[in-house]
Nanobody
């Protein structure tokens, strides 16, 4: 089992940047596939970006070229660098971990990102 704690959210102006962090504990972080999801008010939770244990990444079309997911296995942390933020990026961002062998998944508590002038 793994515990996830997100940080780094906040209020930023359009065009600005934020970096989200997700610190993991309780298991062998390096074997998990990690992802960032977001949920805006009245909308379904959606995948923003994901990274496998081997470092392969994929992104939602809406964030390609603006967001970058990365992981530091030595620090048990996954990051989401968000640049050129838009008001439509406003949402609660959640960190997710999936154990590939069992597909068991775990969620953090979420961090609010608000893009507004």
């Amino acid at each position: 089992q793994v515990q996830l704690v997100e940080s780094g959210g906040g209020l930023v102006q359009p065009g600005g940047s934020l970096r989200l962090s997700c610190a993991a504990s309780g298991s062998i972080f390096s074997i998990y596939a990690m992802g960032w999801y977001r949920q805006a008010p009245g909308k379904q939770r959606e995948l923003v970006a994901a990274i496998t244990s081997g470092g392969s990444t994929n992104y939602a079309d809406s964030v390609k070229g603006r967001f970058t997911i990365s992981r530091d296995n030595a620090k048990n942390t996954v990051y989401l660098q968000m640049n050129s933020l838009k008001p439509e990026d406003t949402a609660v961002y959640y960190c997710n971990a999936v154990l590939p062998a069992t597909l068991n998944d775990y969620w953090g508590q979420g961090t609010q990102v608000t893009v507004s002038s």
